[in-house]
């Protein structure tokens, strides 16, 4: 029986088909997508803390509306991905529970810290930018609820990458000082923007697995490519200068080559050694203690409408 499942299921991927929360799937499968989607939906919400810092600090009341719009739709793709992962017979519960004691990671990006407003463009551009081209093929992911959430979520992402362009041509287009403040930012954020699509094949273990469930589309390095071949003529229309002295145009490959980033740098961000793991964890793990009266109270408020309409 378990043979004729599996080629089912097989035969769903081979077809591009979706495939749904009931069907039946691997172990392994259902692991790796848990995995990613959980990481996923951490990343949304940790990712609210450093462009949530400048809020109150907003240089005028339209970047305040946009940047607190921008803000609540990270929480909105968090729910999301995390409802999607549900379907997969885990609860929001154990996730925020694994994302609060280190056992489930989140992106590495949001470690660094946000130390001037044009950090909250550069994040639009070159942040969202990635999260952009990392999730527009995965709106073609092989399980169903997954790539309909990515479909949403990459419509509102381009609107947060265009509102951080807008935000950097802004400044480009004001005093010396400002156009100081976005070069700096640029040059603290490429760097750690090119880490998030993870670290290069020859060392990502699961990408060949995931590509053969269709659960990637692409390898980590080919995101990487399109990201950077996306990126130069964007930062020179910006008139900034991607800090990378090997980046150049390889008329052969018709591609940017580029330098590395600093990998050891990734790999310590990951195992929780970046400039703000603690805090950003600390930060989330205040937030879900504060919360604990309204979860309470909601469910004591379900189970008493339970009662009166079941006597
Ligand atoms: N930050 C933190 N951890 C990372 C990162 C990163 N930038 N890149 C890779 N890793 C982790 C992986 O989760 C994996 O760890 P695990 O096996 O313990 O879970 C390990 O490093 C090895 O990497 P890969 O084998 O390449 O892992 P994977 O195939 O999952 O690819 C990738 C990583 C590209 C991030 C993939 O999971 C993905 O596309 N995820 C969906 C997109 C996403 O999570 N985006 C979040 C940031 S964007 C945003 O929120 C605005």
């Given at each position: ?16 088909d979706r495939i749904e929360p009931r069907d039946w799937m691997p172990e392994g499968y259902r692991k790796t997508l848990v995995r990613q989607i959980a990481q996923h939906a951490h990343s949304e919400i940790i990712g609210m ?235 989330r793990r205040a937030a879900h203690e504060d919360g604990a009266w309204v979860r309470e109270a909601a469910l004591a408020f379900a189970a008493r409408s339970h009662d009166t309409t079941t006597s």
């Amino acid at each position: 029986a378990e043979a004729a499942l599996l080629e089912g299921f097989e035969s769903t991927i081979a077809h591009n088909d979706r495939i749904e929360p009931r069907d039946w799937m691997p172990e392994g499968y259902r692991k790796t997508l848990v995995r990613q989607i959980a990481q996923h939906a951490h990343s949304e919400i940790i990712g609210m803390q450093p462009e949530g810092n400048w809020i109150t600090r907003a240089p005028s009341l339209r970047r305040k509306a946009i940047l607190l719009a921008k803000v609540q739709d990270e929480a909105g793709h968090g729910l999301y991905l995390y409802s999607a992962c549900e379907t997969l017979g885990t609860s929001r519960g154990e996730l925020t529970e694994k994302l609060i004691s280190g056992a489930q990671k989140y992106s590495s990006i949001f470690n660094y810290p946000t130390l001037s407003y044009a950090d909250v463009g550069t994040i639009g551009w070159l942040v969202d930018g990635a999260a952009i081209c990392n999730q527009v093929p995965l709106c073609r992911t092989s399980f169903g609820p997954y790539g309909r959430a990515m479909i949403r979520i990459c419509k509102e992402e381009s609107f947060h990458q265009r509102q951080g362009y807008e935000l950097l041509m802004t400044m480009m287009r004001g005093t010396d000082e400002q156009r100081a403040m976005v070069q700096e930012s640029v040059d603290r954020f490429w760097w750690p923007a090119l880490m998030m699509f993870g670290p290069p094949d020859a060392e990502s273990p699961n990408t060949a697995q995931s590509m053969a469930w269709g659960i990637k589309r692409n390898t980590n390095d080919d995101l990487r490519q399109r990201f950077v071949d996306m990126s130069v003529p964007q930062a020179e229309a910006l008139g900034v200068t991607l800090p990378d002295p090997e980046l150049k145009w390889n008329e052969e490959r018709q591609a940017h080559d580029f330098g590395q980033p600093d990998w050891d740098e990734f790999m310590a961000v990951v195992r929780g050694n970046g400039p703000c793991n603690a805090q950003r964890i600390a930060h989330r793990r205040a937030a879900h203690e504060d919360g604990a009266w309204v979860r309470e109270a909601a469910l004591a408020f379900a189970a008493r409408s339970h009662d009166t309409t079941t006597s």
